[in-house]
């Protein structure tokens, strides 16, 4: 009986505490922006590159903090626990985020981090060496059908990007094929040049910032081609269903006061839209796409059902 | 942990060490017994550590036997003090530094962790806090960007 | 010859008075936190690499690329005169290093050190500019089965650094696998040996462990055996290194920079492995092997020649492949990446100036570090008059900065204080902390890398004699094997003869 109660009441104190402090926000204090990934990353230096930016729209500073680990479970603890006043936000990166929470105990309520907005979203995809004698993902597949187990994928991990599209293709074409983990996808990438594995999977963002000459793609995994990688087919146009993408964004608390979050989404909206941000962006092979966090939140569920129906499936196969 | 006792059989750092080893491993086996072992082509998460676990109880095992044939060998004696206060005001730092900001914490980690050394005195000390804590902010904090406030939020 | 023109364009392109300067720049900050334990070079690129924006893209790698290397050097200075390493590469130095700067040959050994840097990266950059793409190839032919048969000899090789008995350094070893394997199980996402701790799912980092077992235990002990005014260091003996000195460590410089620039371009571990491996080849291939560990100078020559080659030579893979061989050379990636260039074969060809000014720059870069640092010998030694009682908080807070910075959290710095605990009961043990750290390092390179070899070949194990590489590192690992068990009774009884007689 008590938490009941006390819930409610901690709600409103919060809400309260928080409008009282929303009347000089953003520009009283620093907004401590929480990155879930080591300095460096991508994800870093996106929002490192992104933060001045947001800070000039909002007439504020917003040093960045980096809380890496436990693929982003210590960071998006830290948000779910820090006051919800609009002074802390975190990034957020699907499918993590959504994947966490399958089969794992959190520290935290997913339900209580609400997304501000994404800023990218990078489709998965398959490369191969550029002398493979596979040009599209059905030669491979045919390949792999006479062969059980004898097509290697080099992967960055159980249940990462790369490893649920690998078992949406055996699933969708019924083939079996092995999946060697790495520790990232350099280190793939280098068992792939040395022909050690017989195809990676790579996020379009890496494979149009990569040299040319060394590899070349299969397929693209989304609905539609994406703008880093317009002459590459995706799965789906090769009668395969296969879609897999990383998204990338900024939350904050859901307790945050809807006007507060509002004009964050709106500030991260201009800066994305920022010529000079844009130019940036395309250096680091970034592959902008602005949705306000309202539309990516209403995206999420569908996404969540799949990838726990794919994981399900892969417990099913062990 | 053994006693100062020298004599009769026994070398008394090799038994601590089969015992560090003996622990580890049967820590190790305990903590990983859960976890799927996998087989040589599919190996689990618990397939190497099983055996790194086995092969440091049997060595451990096998430097214990061979530590109480030999003669009795002590162990360099304990002080409690240095051991204590040193890994109190570290603790102590940890907890201050992010609850309390740096100048408190580093004050606190330098006037405590002086206190393992009897022979030290208060003014030194002091001074040596205040110059050490003015040239850890200079440098850490402004300089190399180290995420962290100076004083209590 | 075309690679000289190819390098004079470079030498042209760094010695600009901008990126003469910024090199400068870059050397300096990367020896400050170099020495300044826990504070690493990559944290420090992370937050420099949005400045580099507002650089001309050689200056700014030029800049990076000083810190990286500059903190090589800085890393062996607080090696040797504190025992404290403040990167995995530099724990070998505090063998030799630390006894050495104990015995008042502190000036001696920091020289040797830097001198022999400087050959080694010398050589490295020459190699770069030669050989670089051949020698990429290389790297390529390791795959998963070469990487477990290296990561064997690595570790059998880890247990030449220890002076005991060869059983506790491999029980050492085997608990720093066992450290190495907490975490989130790269393969399968399983948690390991966590405690059910959420900090831990990452594994324990590096630095907190040897600051732990190397900071932390060596302040504790020092002040037990007589509190701070027991600590002395002998006199000054002599600042500079003595023909002796220079004599005994130039073929050890020669082998160490061999080792390291070839391992160096293997990605993970190489440039750890490259000094473990230089100071086990010395130790075996001396006359005196038994008094490695005491202060003898090859046992810094070596290791420190064989770390600059292998940071050096890590360019290759980033320079002519794309790829970056370690996380540093992702921050470099980075900044390429920041500027346009995308590293690899075409920049070579379409931007040379890129690639040699910055090759070029990276020899300017090691001769300024030298120049910087040899003057600075004097300064580092005096250090060592500061009574310890001042001394010592001194380090023990940049210990506690340097392990609280990494993740921002109270749980590392706690960690490091057990690591503190649990070293100092290793020296009441008489075991040496050295080869846990080798184990640690190496130990998820050979789980990972025997768990990739099996899945690609199905569990067949007999790849590992099948390819040439492999089954070379394989003979050497039980030859090596073979070398340590019979001579090692025999040298043993010896050594306790001669004590009998003096």
Not at chain 1, 222 to 240: H, N, V, W, Y
């Amino acid at each position: 009986m008590k938490t009941i109660y006390a819930l409610p009441l901690a709600a409103a104190i919060s809400t309260l505490g928080a409008t009282a402090a929303l009347a000089d926000w953003p520009t009283d204090r620093p907004i401590e922006m929480i990155v879930a990934f080591a300095p460096g990353g991508g994800t870093d230096i996106m929002l490192r590159t992104l933060a001045p930016y947001i800070e000039a729209d909002l007439a504020t500073q917003i040093p960045v903090l980096n809380r890496p680990g436990a693929s982003g479970e210590i960071a998006y603890t830290a948000l779910a626990q820090a006051k919800p006043d609009g002074y802390t936000i975190s990034s957020l990166n699907t499918p993590g985020f959504l994947t966490m929470r399958i089969d794992r105990e959190l520290r935290f309520d997913p339900a209580a981090i609400c997304p501000i907005a994404r800023i990218v979203e990078d489709p998965g995809m398959f490369v191969v060496q550029e002398g493979s004698p596979y040009n599209t993902l059905e030669e491979l597949v045919s390949f792999a059908k006479e062969n059980p187990g004898a097509v290697s994928i080099g992967t960055t991990g159980v249940g990462t990007d790369e490893h649920l599209a690998m078992l949406q293709l055996e699933e969708s074409a019924g083939v079996d094929m092995t999946a060697v983990p790495f520790g990232g996808a350099n280190e793939a990438k280098t068992a792939l040049l040395g022909g050690h594995v017989t195809v990676i999977g790579l996020n379009v963002g890496e494979y149009a910032g990569s040299e040319p000459g060394q590899i070349k793609g299969l397929a693209q995994f989304t609905e539609e081609r994406s703008i880093l990688a317009p002459d590459l087919p995706t799965a789906k146009e090769q009668g395969f269903d296969v879609l897999m993408s990383s998204e990338r964004g900024i939350a904050a608390p859901c307790a945050v006061p809807e006007e507060v979050r509002a004009r964050l989404a709106e500030a991260v909206d201009k800066a994305v839209a920022n010529p000079e941000f844009q130019e940036k962006a395309k250096q680091q092979g970034l592959a902008l796409s602005y949705q306000s966090g309202a539309d990516w939140a209403a995206a999420m569920p569908e996404r969540l059902a799949r990838y726990e129906e794919i994981i399900k499936m892969v417990k099913e196969g062990q | 942990m053994a006693g100062p006792a020298a004599s009769g059989k026994g070398d008394r750092p090799d038994l601590l060490t089969a015992a560090i080893f003996v622990g580890f491993g049967v820590i190790g086996l305990w903590q990983t017994r859960v976890l799927d072992g996998g087989t040589l082509a599919q190996m689990g998460p618990g397939y190497l550590p099983r055996v790194v676990c086995g092969l440091l109880i049997l060595l451990g095992l096998v430097i214990g036997i061979a530590a109480m044939r030999r003669d009795a060998a002590p162990i360099e004696p304990i002080k409690l003090r240095p051991l204590l206060v040193i890994t109190l005001s570290i603790v102590g730092f940890a907890f201050a530094v992010t609850h309390l900001g740096f100048v408190i914490a580093s004050m606190f980690l330098i006037l405590a962790g002086s206190l393992a050394d009897p022979g030290s005195n208060w003014r030194t000390t002091l001074l040596l806090a205040a110059g050490l804590t003015a040239f850890g902010a200079i440098v850490f904090v402004y300089g190399l960007g180290v995420q962290v406030p100076l004083w209590p939020q | 010859m075309d690679f000289i023109n190819l390098l004079m364009l470079g030498f042209g392109e760094a010695i600009t008075p901008a990126n003469l300067s910024f090199c400068l720049l870059g050397a300096l900050l990367g020896t400050l936190i170099g020495v300044l334990p826990g504070i690493g070079p990559t944290a420090t690129i992370a937050v420099l690499l949005p400045i580099t924006f507002f650089l001309p893209p050689l200056a700014g790698i030029i800049m990076l690329a000083g810190i990286y290397y500059g903190a090589q050097y800085g890393g062996s200075t607080t090696a040797i005169l504190v025992n404290l390493p403040g990167e995995a590469s530099a724990v070998v130095t505090t063998l030799d290093g630390y006894q050495m700067a104990r015995q008042g040959r502190a000036g001696a050994a920091l020289a040797v050190a830097a001198l022999g840097s400087f050959f080694a990266g010398t050589v490295a950059t020459f190699a770069i500019a030669i050989a670089g793409p051949m020698l990429s190839q290389f790297a390529l032919s390791f795959g998963p089965a070469e990487y477990v048969a290296l990561m064997l000899f690595g570790l059998l090789a880890a247990t030449i650094l220890a002076s005991g008995p060869v059983l506790k350094a491999i029980g050492m070893i085997l608990i720093g696998l066992l450290l190495g394997m907490v975490g989130t199980d790269q393969a399968t996402g399983a948690e390991r040996l966590t405690f059910g701790a959420v900090e831990l799912f990452d594994g324990i980092d590096f630095i907190v462990i040897a600051i732990g077992l190397f900071g932390f235990s060596e302040i504790i002990t020092n002040l037990e055996r007589s509190g701070s005014a027991g600590v002395t260091v002998a006199p000054l003996t002599r600042l500079w290194p003595t023909r002796e000195d220079f004599r005994q460590s130039w073929a050890a410089v020669l082998r160490g920079t061999g080792l390291g620039t070839m391992l160096g371009l293997l990605p993970g571990g190489g440039a750890t492995l490259a000094s473990f491996s230089a100071y086990s080849l010395e130790k075996k291939v001396s006359k005196n092997p038994q008094k490695f560990g005491t202060g003898v100078v090859e046992g810094v020559a070596a290791p420190e020649a064989a770390n600059n080659a292998a940071a050096q030579s890590s360019f290759i893979p980033l320079l002519t492949l794309g790829i970056p061989s370690n996380n540093m050379m992702a921050m470099m990636l980075s900044a390429f990446m920041i500027h346009g260039i995308t590293p690899g074969p075409s920049v070579l060809t379409n931007q040379p100036e890129i690639f040699w000014g910055l090759v070029a720059s990276m020899w300017i870069g090691n001769l300024l570090l030298v120049v910087i640092n040899l003057p600075m010998i004097g300064l580092w030694v005096r250090l060592l008059t500061v009574p310890y009682r001042l001394l010592y908080p001194a380090i023990l807070l940049f210990c506690c900065i340097g392990v609280y910075s990494m993740n921002n959290r109270i749980f590392d710095v706690v960690l490091a204080a057990g690591f503190g605990l649990l070293g100092y009961v290793f020296r009441k043990a008489n075991c040496e902390p050295g080869p846990l750290l080798l184990g640690f390092v190496l130990g998820p390179l050979l789980e990972a890398n025997l768990r990739r070899t099996l899945l690609i070949t199905q569990g067949d194990p007999g790849i590992f004699v099948e390819r040439p590489i492999s089954l070379v590192m394989l003979i050497a690992t039980v030859a090596l094997l073979a070398l340590m068990i019979f001579p090692a009774f025999r040298k043993k009884r010896e050594e306790a003869f001669q004590e009998e007689e003096a």
